[in-house]
């Protein structure tokens, strides 16, 4: 059976007849069991699945090594200030410029 993708898409057996879809290889059969297949990169992998996040910290994707790599997560605060300034500071005024447009067909 002939896969296609387009744009990286996830392969399938059916193109909507527009330009721009290239073969892909089938995906493999017999996946392990606690194994997941996923399309990435252009290519089918069979990997670990995503071990779960815990406060502070998120699991990675690293293509490269093919692994699940754990990373701090950098978050936001859980709440805002509690007061907001009352007025917004002033902006300064500019002075009008004297301003010219031109049509494409007056530069040279």
């Not at 754990?70 to 300034?85: D, G, H, I, R, V």
């Amino acid at each position: 059976m002939q896969y296609w993708t387009k744009n990286g898409s996830i392969p399938s057996t059916e193109t909507d007849g527009t330009e721009g879809w290239q073969p892909a290889p089938e995906p493999p059969t017999g996946v392990p069991d606690g194994k997941e297949l996923v399309w990435l990169n252009w290519e089918w992998i069979v990997r670990d699945p995503k071990p779960q996040d815990r406060a502070g910290w998120q699991w990675n994707w690293q293509h490269d090594s093919r692994t699940w790599v754990e990373s701090a997560w950098q978050t936001l605060p859980e709440t805002l200030p509690e007061t907001l300034p009352e007025t917004l500071p002033e902006l300064p005024v500019l002075p009008e410029l004297p301003v010219s447009n031109f049509t494409t067909s007056q530069m040279l």
